[in-house]
């Protein structure tokens, strides 16, 4: 039970899991739980974990077949710059390995921003804290497990 999923069962927040076998080959994790789950893109959001200006790690949820938009998280975030955060300080500070980066069960809480377009489903997928697993849950219990806002980041 990954620490994500440990979370989400103390708060009782109603989830589900999917597992899928994961290809060490595939390049996009969250491509392949699309593919691999038969799910629709648009609901499969991926966890990217950036680093401001002012070198503080935040986290941005963004559907997986998009690209964040690094200035609009820049201005949501009220900084000036961002850019994508180092592996490692990923890792260490989330105490995920990439591919399998959850929002949820973090070592260290976030400033976290959620995509505006995970509230125009009932529920989505992200990544359960190792590859080969995504959690099913709202969007609105994402958010407040996280302590998040959402906004338009997508390029």
Do not use: W
């Not at 503080?56 to 961002?82: D, G, H, Y």
């Not at 069960?105 to 009932?122: C, E, P, R, W």
């Not at 407040?144 to 997508?154: V, Y």
Request: glycine fraction near 6%.
């Amino acid at each position: 039970m990954t620490p994500a999923i440990k979370q989400l069962k103390q708060q009782k927040i109603s989830f589900k899991t999917h597992q899928y076998q994961h290809d060490a080959n595939v390049q996009s994790f969250g491509i392949e739980a699309v593919e691999k789950l038969s799910l629709n893109a648009a609901q499969v959001f991926k966890t990217l974990v950036i680093s401001t200006d002012t070198n503080q790690l935040a986290v941005a949820i963004v559907p997986v077949m998009f690209k964040l938009n690094l200035k609009a998280i820049a201005k949501t975030l009220k900084v000036k710059k961002v850019k994508m955060a180092d592996a490692n300080r990923v890792e260490t500070s989330t105490g995920y390995v990439l591919g399998g980066v959850s929002p949820l069960g973090q070592k260290k809480s976030l400033t976290t921003v959620i995509d505006n377009s995970a509230q125009h489903f009932s529920h989505i997928f992200v990544s359960g804290g190792k590859r080969g697993l995504e959690i099913e849950l709202a969007p609105q219990d994402l958010a407040e497990m996280c302590r998040a806002t959402f906004a338009g980041i997508l390029v």
